[in-house]
């Protein structure tokens, strides 16, 4: 069954600290994942995107990386500010099938002055 | 409009009554879908729409239809709601790279 994983569940750290939000995904074929991020009461608004072919990409304070061998990314957030407080959702995008993009269940982020 | 809108924002509806939410957007996507997003679940997919003029099922499609008589609008009918249908429901439309946009999410409350 095509799934995506991620943790923590929720996390709480200080203004200016640095933290990792982990996505495990188990969607064959794979085509793409996504990062996304929600504000409370918004739609997800897409941060960055991998591809098979690339292990590392840089949004400005937010940097994604990809391990297809083990099907694992990260979203690795610098220097937290409080407007990072929001939900940190994964998305895989598989290359075959009706249900195209698989959610995770989101990291819940809250930045503490 | 810039980008995708849902109408209304919120909405509270006594079971059995005929909803629809609305979705509009200008970016001239050709697929459009449409999601709920309850606490503790990643967003379930409805129904979806590659093109205008036709439509699919997604994951959860019971109890909900859509229709795509353009590119712009895709509307999401709850025919008889019922309390289980309580959620949030976000539109969303993809470019031809697959980026998904989404919208700000209709609140819906069935009592």
């Known amino acids: 069954k095509n799934q995506v994983e991620q943790s923590p569940q929720s996390l709480i750290i200080l203004e200016g600290k640095n933290c990792t939000l982990q996505c495990n995904y188990t969607v064959s074929p794979f085509s793409n994942l996504r990062w996304y991020k929600q504000d409370t009461g918004r739609g997800p608004v897409s941060l960055t995107i991998?591809?098979?072919?690339?292990n590392t990409k840089s949004n400005g304070r937010y940097t994604a990386t990809l391990d297809a061998d083990t099907k694992q990314s990260s979203l690795h957030i610098t220097a937290s500010q409080l407007s990072d407080s929001a939900s940190y959702i994964c998305v895989v995008r598989g290359s075959s099938g009706t249900y195209k993009y698989i959610f995770g269940t989101g990291t819940r982020l809250k930045v503490l002055a | 409009i810039a980008g995708i809108t849902q109408a209304p924002t919120s909405q509270i509806l006594a079971a059995g009554r005929r909803m629809t939410l609305r979705c509009t957007q200008d970016m001239r996507h050709n697929a459009m879908y449409w999601y709920r997003q309850d606490l503790g679940l990643g967003l379930r997919l409805i129904h979806y729409s590659n093109t205008a003029g036709t439509t699919g099922k997604g994951e959860v499609p019971d109890g909900y239809s859509v229709s795509r008589a353009n590119t712009d609008d895709f509307p999401l009918t709850l025919a008889s709601a019922v309390p289980s249908q309580t959620s949030v429901y976000f539109c969303?439309?993809?470019?031809?790279?697959?980026?998904?946009?989404f919208g700000p999410g209709t609140r819906l409350t069935v009592l």
């Open positions: 991998m591809t098979f072919s690339e």
């Open positions: 969303a439309s993809s470019d031809l790279r697959g980026e998904q946009f």
